[in-house]
């Protein structure tokens, strides 16, 4: 089963507007990493966000991360055309162990931007 | 600097042919991670490697899977006797080092179609 479950599945938005993804977990964490993955490429890192961090922000993105919930969203704001792509939010399980940055993904948010 | 590049970039073949897919890693990571995407399943984590060494084989889906790295920067992910079933995206990632809180740089990926 998936560890990461995303909503909405395909988000459509006009430039300028706010984009919000979410994402929930099943079992405890390390931390929680999103990506970006346009059409036919590979996917890109956006932002890291630690088990025991509440939100981090970095340039038009803001991801916060609720443990008790096993939730995490993702915030674009004033998005652009070039935004459109696929989000995913990935986790690292704190498996007791070592970790070793096996991640697993949830099926990914589709975001078009109208220009 | 060059990122992570996978070859070849499509590769369509008969059902019971085996194939091999390579992954150079960025220059310096010691950690590599091989992923399957397809549309029924999502991204899957297949194997990782630190150094030469793969201590998680856990996602390989059968025997017909097997994957090498050699002198700690090249891998290549061999599939025997192809089925259809394996059609999919086959992405490579690398990051600096093992562990959680390090981002992964991915390849393009492989597209692999089964006849």
């Known amino acids: 089963s998936q560890q990461g479950e995303e909503d909405p599945q395909a988000l459509s938005i006009q430039e300028g507007e706010n984009a919000t993804m979410n994402c929930s977990y099943k079992?405890?964490?390390?931390?929680l990493q999103w990506y970006r993955q346009n059409s036919g490429r590979g996917l890109v890192h956006l932002i890291l966000?630690?088990?025991?961090?509440r939100e981090k922000h970095s340039g038009r993105l803001r991801v916060t991360l609720d443990t008790s919930k096993k939730s995490s969203s993702l915030l674009i704001t004033a998005s652009r055309a070039a935004d459109t792509a696929s989000y995913f939010c990935?986790?690292?399980?704190?498996?007791?162990?070592?970790?070793?940055?096996?991640?697993?993904f949830g099926q990914g948010t589709i975001l078009t931007v109208h220009p | 600097g060059a990122g992570v590049s996978q070859s070849p970039s499509n590769k369509v073949t008969e059902k019971g042919k085996d194939v091999e897919l390579r992954c150079d890693p960025i220059?310096?990571?010691?950690?590599l991670y091989w992923y399957r995407q397809s549309l029924g399943q999502g991204l899957e984590f297949l194997i990782y490697f630190q150094g030469n060494s793969a201590p998680d084989k856990s996602g390989l889906p059968s025997d017909r899977f097997s994957a090498e790295r050699t002198g700690g920067s090249v891998s290549t992910l061999t599939i025997q006797r192809t089925q259809q079933e394996d059609s999919a995206v086959y992405l490579c990632?690398?990051?600096?080092?093992?562990?959680?809180?390090?981002?992964?740089?991915f390849g393009d990926g492989t597209r692999l179609s089964i006849l």
């Open positions: 966000i630690r088990s025991n961090e």
């Open positions: 079992t405890s964490i390390n931390n």
């Open positions: 220059s310096g990571h010691t950690a």
């Open positions: 990632a690398s990051s600096l080092w093992q562990g959680s809180a390090q981002p992964q740089h």
């Open positions: 990935a986790t690292d399980a704190a498996a007791g162990g070592t970790s070793y940055g096996k991640l697993t």
